[in-house]
């Protein structure tokens, strides 16, 4: 598994970061049973940056939180039954891992929003991370239904390595 992080944000965040990147994004894929080795990009940035980005892709000129960009668009949610057929081209050609896509954290929203829910800023990271990841798995959370689901599976990845609130 390739999972790459760029930093880019001035302000660092004191707390081991990549590792907490790294185990999540793995839970994640082993929690949605991903039966390939993956590559995933993950962009550290500011409110700024982030901001940008947002307004961008999504005609929102404000920052937020994480950022979700999958390269595969699944039927169902975390289906793999027919990637190789219908995603070829996601195929890292070089590594031959499955390219998932890219996730983008503000560092400035992990501190704002720990501070905000009560807990540390690892459980913040880690929790925007799963999100993410499961974005990156064909999950939404546009419905009741769909969002119940997502922060179901969510706490659950969370919980498998230990971040609880």
């Not at 049973?33 to 993950?42: G, I, K, L, R």
């Not at 996730?103 to 501070?115: F, L, P, R, Y």
């Amino acid at each position: 598994m390739t999972i790459n992080i760029d930093y880019e944000a001035e302000k660092k965040l004191e707390i081991p970061y990549g590792e907490i990147i790294e185990e999540i994004v793995r839970e994640a894929l082993d929690y949605e049973e991903c039966p390939y080795e993956a590559e995933v990009n993950v962009v550290l940035t500011d409110n700024l940056g982030i901001c940008e980005v947002n307004r961008e892709h999504r005609n929102i000129d404000a920052p937020t939180d994480v950022l979700s960009f999958p390269m595969l668009e699944f039927g169902r949610p975390a289906d793999f039954d027919h990637v190789e057929e219908e995603f070829a081209d996601c195929f890292n050609p070089e590594s031959g891992e499955l390219m998932l896509g890219d996730i983008m954290v503000s560092v400035d929203k992990v501190e704002e929003q720990a501070e905000k829910y009560g807990h540390s800023m690892k459980r913040e990271l880690a929790f925007l991370v799963a999100h993410s990841v499961l974005h990156l798995l064909g999950y939404d959370h546009m419905e009741e239904e769909e969002r119940l689901v997502m922060e179901r599976k969510q706490e659950e990845i969370l919980k498998g390595r230990g971040y609880t609130r």
